[in-house]
């Protein structure tokens, strides 16, 4: 099946567009992510890189736990106040509980696009569509450094309505992307191409509350050749200027709106953030 074709398939029913090569020999950011959650789709590449991040902070499996449930705190908040699309960007593997369930249990009609630059997740993502019942819902294969190009994509712009309010997430993603990359241009492509009443959520490694945990996460996340800068609360700040931030700001990631008591026994690595674009 040719690129076109599979690209075309996506648009008509189950969402997916799978190259042909994937290279297990190196470290992907969502198969290490997928080991600290328990998961079983990883290789010894990501084994042995996630290894070395538990020796900097072995506290990294609550961290991952503690996104995930951000993520569906955030996508629940975001769904009740309207929110009917939503552009997933670096979605990782799929695990229970992913964006489009908890948006779609609220609202049926709830749009989502998942992109990830792993074939693999793509490959799983095409089985999870293919075996739940679902709304329109799709994964492209794509790279958040070139959202000029993810905007214009067939297979999202038959999903996502870009003239209507989109919330846009970035969990865990930004502190991937170092400063040559420019996380910010990222931020602004994307809520340029959206209209007022959009919204955006991110979380972000951070070294404010344990410097030293946040360099030997980093340095080990480099080691593994996956680039990794992690952010002070100034900088994530200045990532967030184009939207004005809901209650409770930028917090760390179980302070935001916590559905229980919020843990106080392990350190804290991860800023977490909504913000609405108001014009």
């Not at 789709?41 to 538990?54: K, Q, S, T, Y």
């Not at 996380?183 to 919204?199: K, Q, R």
């Not at 700040?237 to 229980?260: F, K, M």
């Amino acid at each position: 099946m040719t690129e076109n074709a599979q690209r075309q398939q996506a648009v008509e029913g189950v969402g997916y567009w799978l190259p042909t090569t994937v290279d297990t020999s190196v470290a992907h950011i969502a198969r290490v992510y997928d080991y600290f959650l328990g998961g079983k789709d990883n290789f010894p590449a990501d084994r042995e890189a996630a290894a070395r991040i538990l020796k900097g902070n072995p506290g990294m499996r609550d961290t991952c736990r503690e996104q995930r449930a951000y993520l569906r705190r955030a996508v629940r908040f975001l769904t009740e106040a309207g929110i009917r699309q939503f552009i997933d960007i670096g979605t990782g593997l799929p695990t229970q509980e992913n964006t489009h369930e908890v948006a779609q249990k609220i609202a049926p009609d709830a749009r989502v696009a998942y992109i990830d630059n792993d074939p693999i997740v793509l490959a799983h993502a095409r089985v999870l569509m293919a075996d739940q019942d679902h709304g329109r819902t799709i994964f492209i294969h794509a790279d958040a450094r070139k959202p000029e190009k993810l905007l214009a994509d067939p297979a999202l712009t038959d999903v996502i309505d870009l003239t209507r309010p989109v919330a846009v997430l970035l969990i865990g993603i930004l502190h991937f992307m170092p400063d040559h990359e420019n996380p910010a241009e990222l931020i602004g492509t994307l809520l340029d191409a959206l209209p007022a009443g959009s919204y955006l959520a991110i979380s972000h490694g951070t070294p404010d509350f344990a410097p030293e945990i946040g360099d030997a996460v980093q340095a080990a996340y480099q080691a593994s050749s996956m680039p990794c800068r992690v952010r002070t609360s100034a900088e994530v700040l200045a990532l967030l200027e184009g939207v004005e931030l809901v209650d409770p700001g930028l917090v760390l990631l179980a302070e935001w709106r916590p559905n229980g008591p919020v843990p106080k026994d392990r350190q804290q690595i991860t800023y977490a953030a909504v913000g609405k674009k108001t014009a």
